[in-house]
């Protein structure tokens, strides 16, 4: 009895192999065509399945399941390699599996290697990609802004609602290391930046903010004004704890950062002008956060956000050399001004 039910499931397995074999070949044979350079970045350790749901996505194969199974069944879906692989022409499935299971070719000539350091704007973004002479200026600056004002792509998802809130990219735009095509489109690198921060914001942190009360919104707002107010990492959680204090005790942020950002400086303590200036980002003269990021963030400054370290403190000043000095009390925040600034 036992014998027969196994034979029976080898029987029914192989004829779900064959109509596997069939589906690809039927199916497969049809190449897909790709007018326009479409850039895919495969992540160091993604596996076979997560590649062919990519591919699916950016309308390189027309489905993800069938590429798996070619991978599988040709005993190619451990040979997926890491980097960025780029689409034009026509691609049949064994086409698009040669070229993923195939290191990327490195290209000098085509290819650029752009930095973007952890707390930058867009502006200085956009500045970087003018001068490496991939994208000018202000149409960086004015496709970011098209991009968030379509919104289609990241609509429903919850990380990127505060992109359709405020109608800008500033805090989405992933700091990291990225390698570009010479003629790759503003949307590509766009694009390449924003699905680098969706992977780095893993489950572990997407969990922590379904519990920390704060919308993703809020939550990488505050983490760019910390990334922008904190010279040492160490420092960072305990700052983030302060910010929440004085949100929680319904307190201006009195950020110096966003004063920075509206004026454009980068001063260690804004003048009395500057401290008045009349704009929702001046969190001297609006209580609550910003509408917006200041900056893009990293992990690092999420994490703080989200992992606060719970003091007493409600004060803090950055002396000269990067110190941070903190206070409970407003009387206490005076002298070490004092102290320290003056």
Do not use: C
Request: net charge neutral; aromatic share 10%.
């Amino acid at each position: 009895m036992i014998r027969t039910i196994l034979q029976r499931i080898a029987i029914a397995f192989a004829i779900l192999v064959l109509i596997g074999i069939v589906e690809i070949l039927i199916d497969g044979s049809v190449p897909t065509r790709i007018d326009e350079p479409a850039i895919v970045t495969v992540a160091a350790g993604e596996g076979a399945g997560g590649v062919a749901s990519i591919l699916e996505k950016k309308g390189i194969v027309r489905r993800g399941y069938l590429l798996y199974s070619y991978l599988w069944i040709t005993g190619k879906n451990g040979s997926v390699q890491a980097g960025d692989f780029i689409f034009q022409g026509s691609y049949s499935l064994s086409r698009v599996a040669e070229v993923i299971t195939q290191k990327p070719a490195e290209e000098e000539s085509n290819e650029v290697a752009i930095t973007i350091p952890e707390g930058w704007t867009l502006k200085k973004i956009a500045a970087l990609l003018d001068e490496k002479n991939l994208v000018s200026y202000d149409t960086f600056l004015a496709t970011t802004e098209t991009i968030a004002k379509k919104n289609v792509p990241y609509s429903k998802d919850p990380l990127y609602a505060g992109i359709a809130e405020n109608e800008s990219l500033e805090g989405y735009l992933f700091p990291d290391t990225y390698r570009v095509y010479k003629n790759a489109k503003p949307e590509d690198i766009i694009e390449k930046m924003l699905d680098t921060f969706d992977q780095r914001i893993d489950k572990r942190l997407r969990d922590r903010q379904l519990k920390s009360g704060l919308t993703w919104h809020q939550v990488i707002t505050l983490a760019s004004i910390v990334e922008r107010e904190v010279p040492h990492p160490a420092d960072r959680a305990r700052i983030a704890g302060i910010f929440l204090n004085r949100l929680d005790a319904k307190m201006p942020l009195q950020s110096d950062a966003t004063v920075n950002y509206v004026t454009g400086k980068s001063s260690l303590q804004p003048s009395e002008k500057e401290l008045s200036v009349d704009s929702p980002y001046n969190t001297y003269r609006y209580r609550g956060l910003p509408p917006g990021p200041i900056a893009n963030p990293g992990v690092a400054s999420i994490e703080a956000v989200l992992f606060p370290e719970k003091t007493s403190y409600f004060f803090f000043l950055t002396t000269s050399d990067g110190t941070v000095v903190y206070s409970k009390t407003f009387d206490e925040h005076v002298k070490n001004k004092q102290k320290y600034l003056q």
